[in-house]
């Protein structure tokens, strides 16, 4: 499986052997990597280059490294961790700001709803209309169940971009709804009028994928997004802007 390092790139040549043999599945995902020492006379090479590699593939997500006597180096199986991790670092430094996100939702999220319409399923459209359902159990329950409800819209959301049938779409769209609700913990838009309108738009969403009418289902979607980040940027402005007086009352 391996073959001896090349001396000049020893760690990469390290790092890219093993890489392609998880990529190339002769190490599957819950199989061990050969102990250290066995690991160091395949490669002919030192202790350390060894550890250094398999640290660089733990930061990758590759590879799991468990200590104790019933403890190795473990194929992990493909996942997004590593890169939702990136993410979630981005939006917490406030790198990624909400009208980056909108941007990127609109054009992305608009294309998967009209794949959506021309891929889904009837158990597909069952499942979107079960959450529709539950959306409106949290809705008719008032702000008080905003949380709930948001989480319900953010899975709807994650669902239509896996009807879709792209997995890249997928990937990424997850990634950014597990990521974006700290934009919405303090939602200055909090109100029943603001959910009963959000269902809505779910709802006309959800229609228009079960008839299979693509281009209605892109223009909703995109234009859910837009409408929302259009109020939140509004609100904030507002916030902004409110002055307190000396006796803490808000003008």
């Known amino acids: 499986m391996f073959q001896k390092t090349k001396q000049r790139r020893i760690f990469h040549d390290l790092v890219e052997q093993i890489e392609n ?6 190490l599957k995902p819950g199989e061990k990597l050969p102990p250290e020492r066995e690991l160091r006379e395949m490669f002919e090479t030192s202790r350390g280059s060894i550890r250094e590699a398999l ?3 733990e930061q ?3 590879i799991d490294i468990k200590l104790g006597p019933n403890g190795g180096t473990i194929v992990k199986p493909a996942s997004t961790d590593c890169m939702v991790e990136s993410l979630a670092l981005l939006i917490k430094r406030r790198k990624v700001s909400l009208n980056h996100l909108a941007q990127f939702r609109e054009g992305v999220e608009g294309n998967v709803a009209a794949l959506a319409a021309e891929n889904a399923s009837r158990a597909d ?3 979107l209309k079960k959450l529709l359902i539950n959306a409106r159990e949290h809705l008719e329950k008032g702000v008080s169940h905003w949380e709930n409800f948001i989480h319900i819209d953010q899975k709807l959301h994650i669902a239509i971009s896996k009807i879709g049938g792209n997995p ?12 974006i609700s700290s934009y919405y913990e303090s939602h200055p838009l909090r109100s029943k009028e603001m959910m009963e309108e959000n269902y809505q738009d779910l709802c006309d969403v959800v229609r228009t994928i079960e008839q299979g009418l693509s281009d209605e289902a892109r223009a909703l979607l995109q234009r859910h997004i837009r409408k929302f980040n259009r109020y939140m940027k509004i ?8 002055v307190i007086d000396i006796q803490g009352n808000e003008f």
């Open 21 to 26: 043999a998880i990529i190339e599945g002769k």
């Open 55 to 57: 640290r660089v593939l």
């Open 60 to 62: 990758k997500g590759l």
């Open 125 to 127: 459209i069952q499942f």
């Open 168 to 179: 890249v779409y997928s990937f990424v769209l997850e990634m950014i709804h597990q990521n």
């Open 235 to 242: 609100e904030n402005k507002r916030k902004d802007l409110r």
